[in-house]
T-cell receptor, first 110, second 113 residues
Framework: GIQVEQSPPDLILQEGANSTLRCNFS?????LQWFHQNPWGQLINLFY???GTKQNGRLSATTVATERYSLLYISSSQTTDSGVYFC????????????FGGGTRLMVKP | DGGITQSPKYLFRKEGQNVTLSCEQN?????MYWYRQDPGQGLRLIYY???????QKGDIAEGYSVSREKKESFPLTVTSAQKNPTAFYLC????????????FGAGTRLSVL
């Protein structure tokens, strides 16, 4: 099946700093989503971005499908950004099944 | 409020016991999913259902069973055959369409006594 790798696995930032999280995938996809899991375990959908660029406030994401990677940018980080960020993809023949990466664990210090 | 409700939040299982985790959604979504998350890991798909009375195995279905008798409900049973059930279980749903944007419940933490 499709492989999804996220980097870095862990990231510590000072409040106000910017960061870039990366997601590499091994095959063509027709669906890519970024999620944030808060410290209580709730997953929130941040972006649906199988290709192109989107922005939502301090967050933006870019997927270059032809090169099989996606980037999540966090600007002016806040302590509430802490948690785990997951990338999930659906391969072209995956039949609505998402495959999740291992996540990037982010801690933003005040 | 529209959303996905999982219950209970915490569940304890004794050896040899079957337990059932509830997942209900009022989003009128066609598809529903069950994932397992182990500490420090990503999510792995257990079962999914795209339509009432139909479901498919995911990557780690052994030791689990599901039913989909109603559109809004997709309960997961962790059977005694699942030897390592301690994990965080997440239910999701999506509109059965090209985008498959998944929305998640708050999860159930299952531990073995």
């Amino acid at each position: 099946g499709i492989q999804v790798e996220q980097s870095p696995p862990d990231l510590i930032l000072q409040e106000g700093a910017n960061s870039t999280l990366r997601c590499n995938f091994s095959d063509s996809v027709n669906n890519l989503q970024w999620f944030h899991q808060n410290p209580w375990g709730q997953l929130i959908n941040l972006f649906y971005i199988p290709s192109g660029t989107k922005q939502n406030g301090r967050l933006s994401a870019t997927t270059v499908a032809t090169e099989r990677y996606s980037l999540l940018y966090i600007s002016s980080s806040q302590t509430t950004d802490s948690g785990v960020y997951f990338c999930a993809v659906e391969g072209n023949n995956a039949g609505n099944m998402l495959t999740f990466g291992g996540g990037t664990r982010l801690m933003v210090k005040p | 409020d529209g959303g996905i409700t999982q219950s209970p939040k915490y569940l304890f299982r004794k050896e040899g016991q079957n337990v059932t985790l509830s997942c209900e959604q009022n989003l009128n979504h066609d598809a529903m999913y069950w994932y397992r998350q182990d500490p420090g890991q990503g999510l792995r798909l257990i079962y999914y259902s795209q339509i009432v009375n139909d479901f498919q195995k995911g990557d780690i279905a052994e030791g689990y069973s599901v039913s989909r008798e109603k559109k809004e409900s997709f309960p997961l049973t962790v059977t005694s055959a699942q030897k390592n059930p301690t994990a965080f279980y997440l239910c999701a749903s999506s509109i059965r369409a090209a985008k498959n944007i998944q929305y998640f419940g708050a999860g159930t933490r299952l531990s073995v006594l």
